[in-house]
Each structure stands twice: as structure tokens, then as C-alpha cells.
């Protein structure tokens, strides 16, 4: 019996964390790095003395904050991809939000019209060619890519990755399901390889000479530049913004939700107006080379240096509500084969 | 002895217990079989509820390609952790050559790595950029990657190699420690009768040490089929693959949670036929450590020969990945090295130390009650309470999350109607539900191996125990736990470095601000920042080294050699 005091003492130790209530706080579920939060989160401790509390995954979250219902700790959900927000508004696990902040800082198309999500970046989905190998203006659209001109020259990282399909769904919209799986499977005929990898990979697939031309976001192309070991490589690298004469370029989100349940709602809502603020904006952009989603925000160093970027206006519900259908085509394509 | 018995219906010996006793250790197993296997049932639970049928498109589209790759991907490893596992065994145990003490634990190291891990060092070694392909383009004069052809590491061949060089320990383990508990004298019998020392090994050595190696294998299979860091980062479609793609692309967890049910029933079935093909045999071992064991005397050649298989894939599996982290931890130091992550190396050391003691506590429950009636039904429960091991960690945890929030909701609600307090999520959320998951997860690996090395003690023990006026718990402790001290070690050990190592899970059920090794370097590999991840990836690997080389020497000096 003298195993009880050690074991209840042991229990009690496991199940502390939920004991510290006392302070100012704002818990948030995050689909993002705590890393690439914390400066943007410090700042905001600083200027406000409300301490952030953050559970980062890649997926699962969603399934958590839903099982744990009413009770859950958490107040903010933080994600990259519009389908994860369009997710959890379907769970209904988000509040609406009615902010004047909010809508005076965030563009309409970039928010829910009831404020169930907010952007707080945009990147767009860009074409690398390699300075070598392509002329300046030789692949201007994601329609190009399909051209049997690049016949084994491109490299691009899975199809089923979010970031793919949001641009597949994209396309969906602008050219109906038939005409999407004929430039998709026109597409894989010109892969130089098996899909792989992440982004930044594809980019120095065209310094390694694999391709000549792949797809990737902005901001790998701007920390690849950032970085002294893989700056070499993206300097072989040209950065196209596609479509930029036409719609212009596909661009997703990084974004912010309200839970329904939250505790701290009133933090939670500081948090939100805050980082919607040319403070934080500015830290997101530079911290990690996006775009703020913010237009009064000026876009500084070296995301500033690439130009102006031109983003295609479609609804970001509508590429959510094309997913599964660029899934499945995905799959029927055999894209990642 | 290897007794088989003649007919089926003989009984192989009296029941254990008899009476009011045995209630107590039945009813202990039935409630930790129940509450372990919870998260497992609620995956199946969900399964009946897909948000639409997955199975035409799947059957039309990848399916094919999913089971035929994750078929090639287990044989390979299957092959691979036999051939590595049980050769070493068996040459550090019966063999004497030049660094054999060394092996002895040093061949454990790889098992530190976690596959992830390996799998990012050996791309980053073997891909275009990375030392290797730019030495050969020095020498060869080429200039870039269409000059010449290299083999693909992101590929069936190179998952299947790195998984291999990670978990063939399992096998390695479990075997030696078998190789260990047979007595000297079996062999020094069949030698006398005639038999050569390849022919002893393959028709007495290995079938006495077939159910450990069984038990290794299977654990191998297991988290192959699981493993989803390596094949995502090699983009190789397995099953797992298109279970993640059926529930983060298409939004159908109940369609996730079916494919996972059907890879548990694989797993069953494996299991299942591994048993039935053996189920006329029953050994037990009456260990004699008084006999010294006199290791074979080779010729120089074989000595060199033996030396080579056994630090290849120490070689390969631990020292290469250990350098380049080492390399990378060092440029990278600064980055690395905050007190954030000290907290993180604590988290980890204490939350893999609690949960391996408490999977061998109640691994030794049922393995100890199922000792005690062997019963059909028990054999299902030991079955039902390990089938954790056998499921993706991502899956296995929004398992854990459904009955445990569902609990934490329901008491919640109740003391609100009852007391009018708000008790909120109990359990959900903390570290206690991480302790679970693991418990859960890597219920199969001590319970298998406790298992395994109960079968082997005679039940003339317990008998001469009982008869002497031990209780079965008395018995347990008195005369198996000592008997079984390497097993028992062993299953710690191994549960404690899974744990170190445990991601998917980790990442979905911790609480707030809270990291362990794994997830802190998950959150910069998930962003393609690997080298910043070295460091903490370097200690994951030493702080595995530590049990490792204590419980080898324990397991060691658990026989008497000469």
C-alpha cells in the first residue's frame, strides 16, 4: 500500500499542465512551427503581457479540438492552406468573428464573409526555370507546363501535397474538370522523375541539372536565398510569377480561426486584430518571406525585389470546395507514380 | 527440451492455479486488456462511419500500387532484419572473434536511430549536393545529373534499406537473448550425435529460438507497416500513405480508419499463421548457468569474415548517421543549443522512462495471467492488448483522443449536474495522455518479449513454488521476475527507446508548450530545415546509447561464457 502516495503523486505530476490557469493567456492549435510563430508570439507577449500557449502538429488537430469539444483549451486555430480552414469551418469548430479591425485590415476575399477564418499571408505557387537552361519569358503560365516542349524537364514534389492540389483545384475552376486532367496528365508526361521531396528540393533539382523547371512556393525560393549553404543553388534558379499578363498567379493562405469553445476569447481576439497589424505583418513577411495579407502593408527586403506579384482573384472557397475532385484526379492521372 | 506433443488433446501440463487466486490475476488482465485496447476499438468504431465509400475510387486508382509496394516493402525488411539480426546473434554469442564484446552491444546501436533520421542523413549524403555524387563528378569529370546514373535512395530499394538498418536490433535482440537462454548442452548433444554446426544451428538452435525471433520479426513488420516519416520523405506509396491521403486530402477519417483496420487484420493474420505453424510445439528450458559455454575457435580468414558482417551494419546504421548529425550539430550549435532544449531532452528522458516502466508492469500482468490459464480467450486478450503496435501513430492517437475526451467530457458534465464543479478536460491533453498513447503503442513489444521468455520457464517451477506455499504474485516475484531479468530489462529498454523516438503521436496528444526530442526536431524537418534539427536528432540517438550498452551487459552476465 505504500505504492500509493508515490503513484497518486506521480499521477498528479502527469496531469499538471492543466492547473496553470492563473495568468493572462491564449492557447492556439497550430498547423504552423512554433518557430516560425515565436517571433510574431514574443512580440506580442511583450507589447500586450498575455502569454501564448501552443501545440504545433501537422495534422490531427482538427479531430483533437473536435473530440474535446466544449472543454477544449484551445482558442485559435493557426494553419497554411485554405482546405484546412475551409475544414474546420465545416466541423463547425469556429466562431464567426466580428471585428472592425479585422475587416478594415483583411481584404474581403482573403477572410470568411461570416469572419469564420482570417488570412494573415499570402504565397503565391510559382514556376522556377533554370537561368541556364530556359529564356526569360519562355514559360509565362501553369497552362505552359503542359507543353510537350518540356518533355522530361520538370520536377515537382507530390501531387497529393496540399500546396498541388490547391493549384490543381485552382485550375478546375478556370478550365473545368476535362480540360484540367488532359494539362494534368500533360504535366506528368513532362516530369523528369518521379515526384519527391519538398519544395526546395525541386529547386535544386534545376541547379543539380535533373529539370530545367518546377513548381514551388514564394517564400521556399526567398528562405532558400536567406540561407548561405543553399544560396548557390537558388541563384541558378529564375522565379516566375505565373500568369502574371493573364488572371494572374495562384496564390494560398496562411490563416487564423476562433474557436467556438475558447476560454480566452477576449485574448484570443487581441491576438487576432494583432497580428493583423502592420507590426506583425512585418515580422510574418520578413520572418518567412510572405506576403502579408494586409495590403496597407508595404512589402519590404527581399520578397520587395522580386516585384510585383499579381494574384489571381478566385475565391479561395471555391479551390476548398475543388479539392476532392483534384484529389481524385490525382490518383486517376497516377500523378505521383 | 523441445518437447512436441504427440497429440493434440494431451495436456501439456496441470493448471497453474486452481481457485479463488487466479480470479484476481484474470480479472486484472480482462480490465487492462479493456482499457488498452480502447483507443484500437474506437479506430474500428470509426471505420463504420465513412463519410463516403473510399473503396471504388481506391480499388480504380492506387490501390494496386499501395498493396503492391507495401507488400515489397515488408518482405525486404523481413528478409533484410532476418539475415542481420540472426546472423550477428548468433556470431557475438557463439563465436569468438576480434571486437565480439564490442558487438555485443554496439550491434544495438542502429536501433537509436530513428528511421526518419536515417533516412534524411542518407539523402543528404547520397543525393546530387551531397558529398558522395560531387567526389564522383570530381573524379569522373561530370557536370551534372544527366551525365551519369546513380542509384535513386528515394525509392522502394532505399526505404526499404533504412528501415531495415534501423530495426533489424529487434531481431538482433530478441534473438540473442534466445541464443542466450538455451542451454550449452543442446548444442554439445546434437554435435555428439553427428550433426555439424550448420545443421545444429538450423535444426536445433533456431527452432528453440524461433518463437523470440517471431516475436522480433513481428514487431519489425509492425512498424514497417506503420512507418509513415520514411516512405512520405522517400515517396514511396504504402497503405499508410493512402491512409494519410484518405484523411488529411479527402476529409474522410472514417475512411482512414478503415484502410488502418484492414492493415490491423494483416497484422492478425501474420501474427495468427506464425502461431498456428507452431502450435504443436511447447519448450521450456531449464537454464544451466553452472555449464560454461565454449565459443567456437575459427580460423583467421572467419574470424575476419565475422568481424566484417558485424560491423557493416553498425557501419551503416549507427556510425555514418551518427558523423553527419555530429557535423551538422556542430555548425549548426548555435542555433541549436537553448535552454528550451534542455527542457525538451528532459521531457523526453522522463516521459520514455515512465512509460516504459509502466508497459512492463502490466506486459508482465498479462503475460504472467495468461500463464496462469492459458486459455483461449487470454490468448485473444494478449492479442487484442498489443494490437496498438499496428497502427500509424497519428491514427492510433486520435484513438486515444475519442475515449479519453469522451471521458474527460462525461465526468466533466456529471460533476457539473451532481457538485456544480467544472473539472474540463481531466486527462486530455496532458502528459498523462501521452503516457497512454505510448503505453498503448508499445504494449506489444514488452508484453511479446515477457511472453516469450515466460514460455520458456519449466512450469515445474511455479509448481515447486506453489507446493512450497508461494502465491502466483509471490511465485512472480520470487522466482520468475529473477529467472527473467534479462527478458524484463530487455523489454524496458526496448520500450524506452521507442518512446525516445515516438513522433506522430507525440506531436497530436502533447499538452501546451510542451516538446520532446522528436517533435523539436519534426518541427524544423517539416520545414525542410533538417541541419538545425541535428542536434537534438544527435541526442535522441546518445541518449539511447546509454540503456543500450547497461542492459546488454546485464543480459550478458545473465550466462557464464568461457
Redesign the interface.
Known amino acids: 500500500m505504500r505504492m500509493k502516495p508515490v503513484a497518486s503523486a506521480?499521477?498528479a505530476?502527469?496531469?499538471?499542465?492543466?492547473s496553470a490557469h492563473a495568468e493572462e493567456e491564449v492557447?492556439i492549435y497550430s498547423y504552423r512551427?512554433?518557430?516560425?510563430l515565436e517571433p510574431l508570439l514574443n512580440a506580442f507577449t511583450e507589447d500586450t503581457g498575455i502569454k501564448t500557449?501552443?501545440?504545433?502538429?501537422?495534422?490531427?488537430?482538427a479531430?483533437?479540438l473536435a473530440?474535446?469539444?466544449?472543454?477544449?483549451?484551445a482558442d485559435l486555430v493557426m494553419t497554411v492552406d485554405i482546405?484546412r480552414l475551409n475544414?474546420l469551418v465545416?466541423k463547425d469548430l469556429t466562431a464567426s468573428v466580428n471585428n472592425d479591425t479585422l475587416t478594415a485590415n483583411i481584404p474581403a476575399h482573403l477572410r470568411h464573409p461570416e469572419g469564420k477564418w482570417f488570412a494573415l499571408t499570402t504565397r503565391g505557387r510559382m514556376i522556377y526555370t533554370s537561368k541556364e537552361r530556359v529564356a526569360e519569358g519562355e514559360l509565362t503560365t501553369y497552362e505552359q507546363l503542359a507543353d510537350n516542349k518540356w518533355d522530361d524537364r520538370i520536377c515537382t514534389r507530390?501531387g497529393?501535397h496540399?500546396y498541388n492540389?490547391a493549384l490543381i483545384a485552382s485550375m478546375i475552376a478556370h478550365h473545368g474538370e476535362a480540360d484540367t486532367e488532359t494539362w494534368l496528365q500533360g504535366v506528368k508526361d513532362n516530369l523528369a522523375?518521379?515526384?519527391?521531396?519538398?519544395?526546395?528540393?525541386q529547386i535544386?533539382?534545376i541547379a543539380?541539372?535533373?529539370c530545367d523547371v518546377a513548381l514551388g512556393n514564394s517564400y521556399?525560393y526567398g528562405n532558400m536565398l536567406e540561407d548561405e549553404?543553399q544560396r548557390p543553388?537558388a541563384e541558378k534558379v529564375r522565379m516566375v510569377f505565373p500568369n502574371s499578363d493573364g488572371r494572374g498567379t495562384h496564390i494560398n493562405i496562411s490563416g487564423i480561426a476562433l474557436t467556438k469553445s475558447a476560454p480566452n476569447r477576449d485574448n484570443a481576439l487581441k491576438l487576432m486584430t494583432y497580428l493583423s497589424e502592420s507590426k506583425a505583418q512585418h515580422i510574418y513577411a520578413e520572418a518567412n518571406t510572405e506576403y502579408p495579407a494586409n495590403p496597407k502593408v508595404e512589402v519590404t527586403g527581399v520578397v520587395a525585389s522580386w516585384g510585383e506579384l499579381k494574384p489571381d482573384t478566385l475565391s479561395l472557397q471555391t479551390i476548398a470546395n475543388n479539392?476532392?475532385a483534384a484529389?481524385?484526379m490525382v490518383?486517376?492521372v497516377?500523378y505521383?507514380? | 527440451m523441445n518437447q512436441a506433443a504427440d497429440s493434440a488433446d494431451y495436456p501439456s501440463h496441470p493448471p497453474l492455479v486452481a481457485g479463488r487466486t487466479s480470479k484476481r490475476w484474470l480479472i486484472s488482465a480482462l480490465l487492462t486488456t479493456f482499457v488498452v485496447a480502447l483507443p484500437v476499438f474506437s479506430v474500428v468504431y470509426l471505420a463504420f462511419f465513412p463519410d463516403e465509400n473510399i473503396w471504388p475510387h481506391l480499388i480504380d486508382t492506387t490501390l494496386p500500387r499501395y498493396l503492391d509496394n507495401t507488400i515489397r516493402l515488408m518482405l525486404g525488411v523481413a528478409v533484410l532484419t532476418l539475415l542481420i539480426g540472426v546472423s550477428t546473434a548468433w556470431l557475438v554469442t557463439m563465436c569468438e572473434f576480434p571486437g565480439r564484446r564490442i558487438f555485443e552491444w554496439a550491434l544495438l546501436l542502429p536501433f537509436a536511430v530513428p528511421a526518419y533520421v536515417i533516412a534524411y542523413v542518407y539523402t543528404d549524403l547520397l543525393n546530387y549536393a551531397g558529398p558522395v555524387q560531387i567526389a564522383l563528378r570530381d573524379w569522373f569529370g561530370w557536370t551534372n545529373a544527366r551525365d551519369y546514373w546513380f542509384p535513386e535512395i528515394r525509392s522502394l530499394g532505399g526505404a526499404t534499406l533504412m528501415i531495415g538498418l534501423v530495426l533489424y536490433p529487434y531481431v538482433y535482440l530478441l534473438s540473442r537473448a534466445a541464443f542466450l537462454e538455451q542451454s550449452p548442452s543442446l548444442f554439445s548433444v546434437s554435435r555428439s550425435l553427428g550433426h555439424s554446426a550448420l545443421s545444429t544451428f538450423c535444426r536445433v538452435v533456431l527452432p528453440i529460438a524461433r518463437p523470440a525471433i517471431a516475436v522480433g520479426l513481428s514487431l519489425v513488420m509492425m512498424e514497417t507497416l506503420n512507418d509513415f516519416g520514411t516512405v512520405d520523405f522517400f515517396a514511396v506509396q504504402t497503405l499508410t500513405a493512402g491512409l494519410f491521403d484518405t484523411w488529411m486530402n479527402l476529409g474522410n477519417l472514417g475512411g482512414a480508419a478503415q484502410i488502418a483496420t484492414i492493415m490491423l487484420s494483416f497484422v492478425l493474420i501474420l501474427v495468427t499463421l506464425e502461431r498456428y505453424s507452431r502450435r504443436r510445439q511447447k519448450q521450456f528450458s531449464a537454464r544451466d548457468n553452472r555449464q560454461p559455454v565454449y565459443r567456437f575457435r575459427l580460423s583467421r580468414p572467419l574470424r575476419m569474415l565475422c568481424t566484417l558482417t558485424c560491423t557493416l551494419p553498425v557501419v551503416l546504421g549507427f556510425v555514418v548517421p551518427a558523423l553527419v548529425l555530429g557535423h551538422y550539430a556542430i555548425e549548426y550549435f548555435a542555433q541549436s543549443w537553448t535552454t528550451e532544449f534542455v527542457r525538451t531532452a528532459l521531457n523526453s528522458l522522463f516521459l520514455s522512462s515512465t512509460a516504459a516502466l509502466t508497459t512492463l508492469v502490466i506486459g508482465l500482468t498479462l503475460a504472467y495471467s495468461r500463464r496462469l490459464h492459458d486459455t483461449q480467450g487470454m490468448r485473444i486478450l494478449m492479442r487484442l492488448s498489443s494490437l496498438g503496435y499496428a497502427m500509424p501513430g497519428a491514427v492510433l492517437a486520435v484513438g486515444v483522443i475519442v475515449p479519453m475526451a469522451g471521458f474527460d467530457n462525461w465526468l466533466d458534465g456529471l460533476m457539473g449536474d451532481w457538485f456544480g464543479w467544472n473539472t474540463g478536460l481531466l486527462f486530455s491533453g496532458t502528459a498523462f495522455a501521452l503516457v497512454f498513447a505510448y503505453t498503448v503503442r508499445f504494449l506489444a513489444v514488452s508484453a511479446g518479449s515477457i511472453e516469450s521468455g515466460l514460455q520458456k520457464v519449466t512450469p515445474s517451477m511455479d509448481m515447486a513454488s506453489r507446493s512450497l506455499g508461494q502465491s502466483p504474485g509471490g511465485t512472480l516475484i520470487k522466482v520468475h521476475m529473477p529467472i527473467l531479468r534479462g527478458t524484463l530489462m530487455t523489454a524496458a529498454l526496448v520500450v524506452f527507446v521507442d518512446c525516445m523516438k515516438e513522433l506522430p503521436a507525440t506531436l497530436i496528444l502533447r499538452p501546451f508548450n510542451f516538446d520532446t526530442l522528436a517533435t523539436y526536431i519534426y518541427q524544423f524537418a517539416s520545414d525542410e530545415m533538417l541541419s538545425h534539427s541535428a542536434l537534438p536528432a544527435l541526442i535522441i540517438v546518445l541518449a539511447g546509447i546509454v540503456p543500450i550498452i547497461l542492459m546488454s551487459r546485464s543480459i550478458g552476465n545473465s550466462r557464464s561464457f568461457q
Open positions: 506521480l499521477l505530476f502527469l496531469i499538471m499542465p492543466l492557447n512551427q512554433a518557430f516560425l500557449n501552443v501545440v504545433f502538429a501537422k495534422n490531427g488537430l479531430e483533437r473530440r474535446e469539444g466544449r472543454n477544449s483549451p482546405s475544414e465545416e507530390s497529393k496540399p492540389i522523375r518521379r515526384p519527391q521531396g519538398g519544395d526546395r528540393d535544386k533539382a543539380e541539372g535533373v521556399y549553404n543553388a479539392r476532392e484529389v481524385r490518383d486517376r497516377g505521383d507514380n
